[in-house]
Structures are given as C-alpha cells and as structure tokens.
T-cell receptor, first 111, second 112 residues
Framework: QKEVEQDPGPLSVPEGAIVSLNCTYSNSAFQYFMWYRQYSRKGPELLMYTYSSGNKEDGRFTAQVDKSSKYISLFIRDSQPSDSATYLCAMEPFGNEKLTFGTGTRLTIIP | KAGVTQTPRYLIKTRGQQVTLSCSPISGHRSVSWYQQTPGQGLQFLFEYFSETQRNKGNFPGRFSGRQFSNSRSEMNVSTLELGDSALYLC???????????FGQGTRLTVV
C-alpha cells in the first residue's frame, strides 16, 4: 500500500462548478501538507501549504486537513478553464524535508 | 524575485553516458531537494541538501548523486545512464527544512 493515495482521475467538471480533490495517507508522522498544480511540461506550482487540522482558504482555493482520519482535501470554487491541470497532494514529516506525493489527479474544466 | 532555475531544460543522452543537471535555488533558500517524475512512478524523492550537506536520501541506486555548493546551488549527477532514467528531474528549494518547497521547471532527460 502506498503511503499517500490519490485518485488519478481524470476528472471533468463544467466551468463554475466546485471541485473537490482528495488524498488519504497512512503515515502518522506526516505533519505538513501541500497541494501543487502542475501544467503539462511544467514544474509543480505550490497552491496551498498547511500544517494543522482544519481549513485554510486562499482566494478560490480551500485546503482541508483531518489528521484524525488521515485525509486531506482541496476545494476549488468557481472553477475556470485555466484550472485545468494535474493536482498533486504532498506531505512530509516534521523536520524532514522529504515530500511524499500522491499520484496526481488530472482535472479538466469544461467551458 | 527569481524562481528556482534548472539547466538545461532538455537533454538527450545515450545509454552508458553520464549527465550533470544544475539547480539554482531562490535567493536566500538553503535547502535544495531533487525529485524524479515519471508517468509510471509519479514524483519520487531523490535527495535533499541543506548547508552543503546531504540530509536525506531516497531509494535510488548509487548512480544518482548530488552536491550543494556554498552559494546553495546544487548539481545532480547520474552515471552509467539507463533507458529507465528517462524522466523529468525536478529541483525544489525552501528557506529552511520546515518551510514551503518551490519547484523549478525541471530538466527533461531522454536516454536513448
């Protein structure tokens, strides 16, 4: 079993819809959680970074962490065609700069 | 503020050759990590350097090595290239070991 599980999709939603992306993990040592967006042939771009359970909001993006369930989510409100990309969850233990990534979810927003 | 810069962007090498990839972190960042991205395995951690010392290493053979210089720039070397080494190699930098990691655009290595 992988340490981080993420549904690879693909996921297609109409423009303006709310998108929900999720990851589960098995390693209790993970303390820092990130979401990256990666466009084709580009490097991952950091969207959200959090280290505590609960919600963190940044514009149209909300990251949610539930450490008791070992479950993290990224919500995208008012989705736009420019949000079409692969979304990667990543996490790392405290004091250990080694990110473990999910496989990524390919998202397409249909105009 | 300039982002993480990786050179070259593309490389084609022959099996058995060796290759060196370069990464210049964001100014002021002291931690540099390297990752390999392939369609089959996704993003996998190679190693991390902080203050010129390797702090962490992933599960890759000894053909993969790296180093970090006093200005925090880092290089990654792969010797005796194999076809399976074809991948996007990504470098990430962070201010310290518990802060956000920012990625470069990557070096796409093709081994033929």
């Amino acid at each position: 079993q992988k340490e981080v599980e993420q549904d690879p999709g693909p996921l297609s939603v109409p423009e303006g819809a709310i998108v929900s992306l999720n990851c589960t993990y098995s390693n209790s040592a993970f303390q820092y959680f990130m979401w990256y967006r990666q466009y084709s042939r580009k490097g991952p771009e950091l969207l959200m970074y959090t280290y505590s359970s609960g919600n963190k909001e940044d514009g149209r993006f909300t990251a949610q962490v539930d450490k008791s369930s070992k479950y993290i989510s990224l919500f995208i409100r008012d989705s736009q065609p420019s949000d079409s990309a692969t979304y990667l969850c990543a996490m790392e233990p405290f004091g250990n700069e080694k990110l473990t990534f999910g496989t990524g979810t390919r998202l397409t927003i249909i105009p | 503020k300039a982002g993480v810069t990786q050179t070259p962007r593309y490389l084609i090498k022959t099996r058995g050759q060796q290759v060196t990839l370069s990464c210049s972190p964001i100014s002021g960042h002291r931690s540099v990590s390297w990752y390999q991205q392939t369609p089959g395995q996704g993003l996998q951690f190679l190693f991390e350097y902080f203050s010129e010392t390797q702090r962490n290493k992933g599960n890759f053979p000894g053909r993969f090595s790296g180093r970090q210089f006093s200005n925090s720039r880092s290089e990654m070397n792969v010797s005796t290239l194999e076809l399976g080494d074809s991948a996007l190699y990504l470098c990430a930098s962070s201010f310290s070991r518990d802060t956000e990691a920012f990625f470069g655009q990557g070096t796409r290595l093709t081994v033929v």
